[in-house]
């Protein structure tokens, strides 16, 4: 085995932080409210990770915090630039032996990206994957809009409000604590488009996603502060 520590069970899956496309004022924003983890693609890896878990896919999302691998960049990069959300799903671990190679036999090793060297089973699993979470996304309401948290005054409570989404039949809070990479709780509000939750904002990164009447969720909105 010429690449002993892959792992086929898992594919990693990249998301950029901060915008590429965000202006220097919203680049200003995330800074002041720690936002940086939180860009319509890094919402978009975690949901392949709960997609995942929802249909217990053969494959683990492991979700990388960055936009790309180390000093590289890949297909997404230029819907990233035109302000979309994009991720790059990649095996866990590259062999460097079939990539960007001319194809030949050098010292006794085999060069160069070949259909034998191709692991099928692997790829159909990552297709699976794109699959079930691109139907998924069609499934779902369309996000909730405006999705604001007020800041008008001083206190430890959190209030939340979003306009209306087409397909929506109710709305769930989610959050999670600055030093999480995923949301860590959720919390069903119904059909309306304001809330306030006994947390402090200070402690935690909000968002709203929206449900319809078959339980399909919408991507999660990161909200932005209402002063």
């Known amino acids: 085995d010429r690449n002993p520590q892959q792992d086929r069970s898992v594919v990693r899956v990249f998301s950029e932080g901060v915008p590429v496309a965000a202006s220097d004022q919203e680049i200003g924003m995330l800074r002041t409210i720690g936002g940086e983890n939180d860009s319509t693609s890094r919402e978009l890896a ?12 053969a494959l683990h999302p492991l979700l990388i915090l960055r936009p790309d691998r180390y000093l590289r960049g890949g297909d997404h990069f230029s819907f990233n630039q035109q302000g979309f959300a994009a991720v790059r ?34 790829v159909a699993h990552v297709a699976q994957l794109n699959a079930a979470t691109l139907a998924s996304l069609a499934a779902a309401p369309a996000p909730p ?11 430890n409570h959190s209030t939340l409000t979003w306009a209306p989404a087409a ?27 304001q809330v306030t ?24 909105v990161a909200a932005s502060p209402e002063q």
């Open 89 to 122: 799903f990649t095996e866990y671990r590259e062999d460097f032996h079939h990539q960007h190679q001319n194809v030949r036999t050098e010292g006794g090793m085999e060069y160069g990206d070949l259909p034998k060297f191709v692991d099928f089973d692997y």
């Open 167 to 193: 397909g929506a039949s109710g709305y769930e809070i989610v959050w999670r604590k600055t030093s999480s990479s995923d949301w860590d709780q959720a919390e069903k509000v119904g059909d309306v488009n």
């Open 197 to 220: 939750l006994e947390i402090p904002k200070d402690n935690v990164i909000f968002a709203v996603r929206s449900v319809d009447r078959q339980g399909h969720r919408s991507l999660p």
């Open 46 to 57: 975690r949901y392949v990770g709960e997609v995942s878990r929802s249909y217990g896919t």
């Open 145 to 155: 809009g405006n999705v604001r948290l007020l800041t008008r005054r001083l206190e």
